[in-house]
Nanobody, 125 residues
Framework: VQLQASGGGLVQPGGSLRLSCEFSGSSSDSLAIGWFRQAPGKEREGLSCVSTTNDKSYYADSVKGRFTIHRDNAKKTVFLQMNRLKPEDTAVYHC???????????????????WGQGTLVTVSS
């Protein structure tokens, strides 16, 4: 299974970005995929996760109401729509999965064994 995150960039406070996580490889269609972020000096934070049928498992309190996760299986992509961005959203964002879980989701980053490279989001005026 391979994951590739993209879509980061510089955005002003209050702005929006949409991150993409392209997934590929055997069994990837049957795996839940999560989004995480890590800011400098902070622990990696679980943001959201989506199952194979777009049943959202959770949103972190820090992003609830502002971020939306959506999976497009035809495009083999999981999107993270981020609205009303704040400076504290600045971080490297990663997508991840666990090859042995199927559709199970977890907010705990250490329970994921396959990660895409990160994409940097900077929220600043």
């Amino acid at each position: 299974v391979q994951l590739q995150a993209s879509g980061g960039g510089l955005v002003q406070p209050g702005g929006s970005l949409r991150l993409s996580c392209e997934f590929s490889g055997s069994s990837s269609d049957s795996l839940a995929i999560g989004w995480f972020r890590q800011a400098p000096g902070k622990e990696r934070e679980g943001l959201s996760c989506v199952s194979t049928t777009n049943d959202k498992s959770y949103y972190a309190d820090s992003v609830k109401g502002r971020f939306t996760i959506h999976r497009d299986n035809a495009k083999k992509t999981v999107f993270l729509q981020m609205n009303r961005l704040k400076p504290e959203d600045t971080a490297v964002y990663h997508c991840a999965t666990n090859r042995f879980w199927g559709t199970r989701c977890s907010p705990r980053y250490y329970e994921y064994d396959t990660w895409g490279q990160g994409t940097l989001v900077t929220v600043s005026s």
